[in-house]
């Protein structure tokens, strides 16, 4: 790591895999954005280890090692897998899932015969397909990257291009059919471009993985945003960062593979994501939860204060805090409701803990007794409910 | 019997209809002609084949006998003249959108391939809002909608089509009884500029009030024809077999359509009661 950064940026073999990871993070955290909302995200686990096969026979059948005609064979084995998916499901009993972990595990497993048949082999040039297993970025050459960079920029068009129709696909189909609009094509195109995204994938993340590319970055998008626009542009960010990041990574890091590498580095993002999103994150759940909790508890202790002080028929009367420790909240953190619902102006301090209700909280917690609904409206939980009935409820 | 020979061409003529579901029949041998302009209720039991008939009429069913006409053509060269609006169930309401974008929807079909909706759309979507009286709520993320307010979602969806035929299922399910008041009277505005509406209605209690026409389906027609003349007890026994207890319902029958709904009426959400009988 002591690599000055104006090598970095100049190295060939870097700017290559650097360029390649781009571009697969790109076309799959953009397809994987349709995969995921669709869910169908296993489809595209199902189709990269069906790519296996499809990549070894087209080595045996050309004895070529030139990654386009490989990846033609990944093209082919993948929308056949897909292809027999769909026909399992539609004409048998078997369910959508154990379809994909059925094609999956025969396809996965004649590709793995395939390669080691492959590797016993005498002749020397059977070197390299292993690559496709795990991924290489470092193997990636500059013809490559043409080749995927092409692959990026049909599945980019197609989905400029076919924006509202794919926008109606994912969320209403029948919808769609009953505009007239050509559901089964727009299958077809998608199902292609989720198969073109996982190939130009394949030779930097690996059959194996590759399947996390396409959720992975859709997934986390989700959590941030509400918007179908955003979500495949931030999708497209997260992809793009892992990628350049595990590829690069992996590349400067000797006998590192690089796409459990990008994997990893995705995961982290997913992580995040799931922790701390607004509105979707667990942190933020959580956080939500414990104000209303809290909200909900205050209340409680108000209308305690309230008995007491209708018990007592004074609203000068004083009340250690310790009578009103409520669901098992310590000393503490009844001060500290207190101390909240006294600068909220409902509370207040009559003496060193001795607490009373003002006229403002009786007016909150006995509206009736008022004429009229005082409270002020913030969120709080009470303020919606009928009032005067609610007190045994929960 | 009650579908005699209009001589205008029916709205929606289905003949001979026949869709089986592996070896179950869902539909057997159902005829049904729907003469323009008439509000139709298709009522009976669960498992009935309501949705089913509405689908297969859409053409998102392939039947195994029988066709579907609409205004005399087959449904594919009539798609700008029929809208849909589906169960409320039957999307993923957690999908990344807001409700003017749903709405908006109902214009892709005559947009045609590759073009965008623009500022006429988006106009025409708001209005259909303002016709359900959500436009307030165009800008919401749908996951945060009640279920009546998708549920005119929907509706405002097919609006913006301005289609002849509106086929709905169950448009009132999960609703307050407000937003039904709401609905029925778009059902009549409807009505009123000469559309046709066909709705799977589950309250049987209401259908003389709402609707003029009405269909009794049990995988077969039962009985399908203007309210005062199919909708009676003898039908209703037909459709729904011995469980329907019936003497309270008929005579609320025969005293037909109250003119106020009382508000605080319970809605069963969808269950198959006869009518609080039973």
């Known amino acids: 790591m002591a690599l000055a950064l104006p090598d970095l940026a100049l190295d060939y073999t870097l700017r290559t895999v650097a360029l390649g990871a781009m571009l697969l ?43 386009a005609v490989l990846l033609a064979g990944a093209v082919a084995a993948g929308w056949l897998g897909s292809l027999l998916v769909n ?6 009993r078997v369910k959508l899932d154990s379809a994909l972990g059925l094609i999956l595990s025969v396809f996965f497993g004649f590709g793995l015969v395939l390669l080691t048949f492959i590797q016993k082999q005498p002749d020397a040039s059977q070197a390299g397909l292993d690559r496709f297993l795990f991924g290489q970025a470092a193997s990636l050459l500059r013809r490559d990257v043409i080749v995927m960079g092409a692959g990026v920029v049909a599945v980019l068009l197609a989905v400029l291009l076919l924006w509202k129709e794919f926008k109606l696909l994912v969320f209403d189909p029948d919808f769609a059919r009953v505009l007239g609009l050509r559901v089964r094509l727009l299958e077809v195109i998608l199902t292609s471009m989720i198969v073109l995204a996982i190939v130009v994938g394949l030779q930097t993340v690996g059959v194996v ?9 859709a997934a986390a998008a989700r959590q941030w945003t509400d918007r179908l626009g955003l979500m495949v542009l931030l999708s497209a960010l997260f992809g793009v960062v892992a990628g350049m990041t595990g590829a690069l990574v992996s590349s400067l890091t000797p ?30 759940n959580w956080a939500r939860e414990r104000a209303r909790r809290g909200q909900v508890r205050a209340e409680g202790m108000l209308r305690q204060l309230a008995a007491l002080a209708e018990h007592h028929g004074s609203l000068e009367h004083g009340h250690p805090s310790a009578v009103l420790r409520a669901s098992g909240w310590s000393a503490d953190q009844v001060v500290q409701v207190l101390h909240d619902l006294e600068s909220a102006g409902y ?5 060193a803990d001795r607490w009373a209700i003002t006229a403002t909280g009786m007016a909150r917690v006995r509206p009736a007794t008022e004429g009229d609904d005082l ?20 | 019997m009650g579908d005699r020979q209009n001589r205008t061409v029916s709205a929606v003529e289905v003949q001979d209809l026949t869709v089986a579901y592996r070896e179950q029949p869902a539909l057997w041998d159902v005829d049904l002609s729907v003469p323009p302009g ?34 005399g053509q087959p449904v594919e060269q009539q798609r700008r003249r029929i809208s849909y609006v589906p169960q409320r169930g039957s999307v993923d309401w957690d999908f990344p959108t807001s409700v003017l974008d749903v709405v908006m929807m109902g214009t892709y079909g005559e947009l045609g391939w590759i073009r965008r909706p623009g500022r006429r759309e988006r106009e025409r979507a708001l209005a259909a809002l303002d016709q359900v009286g959500m436009r307030e709520l165009s800008d919401r993320q749908i996951s945060q909608l009640s279920g009546g307010q998708q549920q005119r979602v929907f509706l405002a969806r097919a609006l913006v089509q301005d289609a002849d035929i509106y086929l709905m299922d169950e448009p009132f399910q999960g609703v307050d009884a407000l937003t039904e008041r709401a609905i029925v009277t778009l059902l009549q505005e409807l009505r009123a500029q000469g559309k046709t509406v066909i709705a799977v209605h589950h309250d049987l209690q209401t259908v003389p ?50 003119a106020i709904v009382t508000p605080d009426r319970s809605r069963s959400g969808g269950g198959n009661h006869g009518a609080g009988a039973a």
């Open chain 1, 25 to 67: 993070g790109l076309s799959s955290g953009v397809v994987g954005t349709y995969a995921v909302l669709r869910r169908e995200s296993l489809l595209g686990d199902a189709m990269s280890h069906a790519a296996l096969p499809g990549i070894a026979l087209a080595f045996l059948l050309t004895r070529s090692k030139e990654t």
């Open chain 1, 87 to 92: 026909a399992i499901t539609r004409t048998t």
């Open chain 1, 209 to 217: 993985l590759m399947s996390a590319m396409v959720v992975a970055p």
């Open chain 1, 255 to 284: 006998r590192l593979p690089t796409g459990p590498t990008i994997v990893l580095v995705v995961s982290g993002l997913v992580l995040v994501s799931l922790l701390f999103a607004p509105n979707r994150g667990l942190v933020w």
């Open chain 1, 347 to 351: 509370v207040r301090q009559v003496s």
């Open chain 1, 375 to 394: 409270s002020d409206g913030a969120g709080h939980p009470a303020a919606s409910r009928p009032e005067g009935t609610g007190e045994g409820q929960s």
């Open chain 2, 38 to 71: 008439v509000l139709l209720a298709i009522v009976g039991p669960n498992g009935a084949g309501k949705t089913t008939l509405l689908k297969a009429i859409l053409g998102l069913l392939r039947p195994v006998a029988g066709q579907v006409l609409i205004f």
């Open chain 2, 209 to 258: 009030e709402y609707f003029d026409w009405v269909m009794l389906l049990n995988v077969r027609r039962i009985a399908c024809g203007p309210v005062s003349e199919v909708f009676n007890e003898q039908n209703l026994r037909l459709t729904y077999g011995g469980r329907f207890a019936m003497a309270a319902f008929a005579r609320e029958v025969e005293e037909a359509a109250p």
